[in-house]
C-alpha cells in the first residue's frame, strides 16, 4: 500500500483529500503548515506528496526546493491555485514532478498520482517527433528543448496526435479518450484546447489539420 502526505491549510480540502486518497486504498499522511509537513515526512516512508503552495507559515515552493536540495526525490505534485505559466515554470525548475492547479479534479489527481507510481516501476523512454519531445515521466511536453508548460489534458491530447500521425480521428474520440467519458457535450473547451495546441506547436514542424466532418489529423507541413 502506496503511503502520500498532503500538505493542504484548508481544513476542509484537506480532509475531503484525504477520505478521497484513503477510499482508493491509499495511506494518507497530513499537515497543515510546513513545520508540521517536515515532521511528518520524516516520520516514515512516503511514497509522494500532494503539496500546496500558500501555507500559513511559508511557501511549498521553498519547502520543495528544500527537499530537493537536500537530495530527497520523492514525487511531489504541486496543488496550488497559482495557474499562471511562469509559476508553472518556476515548480518545475525547482523539481516539482506535476503541477496541478486549483480548482482541481479528483480524477484527475489520481491519474497523475498512478501515473507517477506506474512509471517510477519501469523506464519511460520519451515520444519524440521531429522536434517535439513528450517525456512520458513528467507528463510533459518540449519543443527544442523549450517547456511548452502544457496543462494534463494538452499534453494528453498532443500525444494522442504524435502516437496517431497522419491519421484522421474524429473529435468524439479524442474527447472521450482524454476527457475519459463519452459526452462531448463541452464542444467551445475542447476546440479551445484544439487551437492552444496548434499555437504551441508553432514552429514544429507539424500541424494539427481539420479534415472537415471527419476530424483532426496530426501532419507534417
Known sequence: MKTILIVED???????????FEDHGYTVQTAETVAEARIKFSQC???AVLLDIMLPDGNGLNLLTEWRAAG????????????????????YKLGATAYLS?????????????????NAQKVTE????????????????????????????????????VQN???VISAEYLYERVWGQPSFNSKGAFENMIYRLRKAIKG???AIMT???RGYAFVAK
Not at 530527497?72 to 515548480?91: F, N, V, Y
Open 211 to 213: 479534415r472537415r466532418g
Open 102 to 118: 486549483k480548482p482541481f479534479d479528483y480524477e484527475a489527481i489520481l491519474t497523475v498520482l498512478e501515473g507517477i507510481f506506474h
Open 72 to 91: 530527497i526525490k520523492t514525487p511531489i505534485i504541486m496543488l496550488t491555485a497559482w495557474g499562471e505559466p511562469q509559476d508553472i515554470s518556476r515548480g
Open 204 to 206: 514544429s514542424g507539424y
Open 10 to 20: 484548508e481544513a476542509e480540502i484537506l480532509e475531503n483529500n484525504r477520505r478521497f
Open 126 to 161: 520519451p515520444v519524440t517527433c521531429g522536434s517535439l519531445c513528450l517525456d512520458m515521466v513528467s507528463g510533459r511536453a518540449f519543443l527544442s528543448g523549450i517547456d511548452l508548460l502544457l496543462a494534463q489534458k494538452e499534453f494528453s491530447l498532443l500525444l494522442m496526435f
Open 165 to 167: 500521425e497522419g491519421q
Open 45 to 47: 516512508k512516503n511514497d
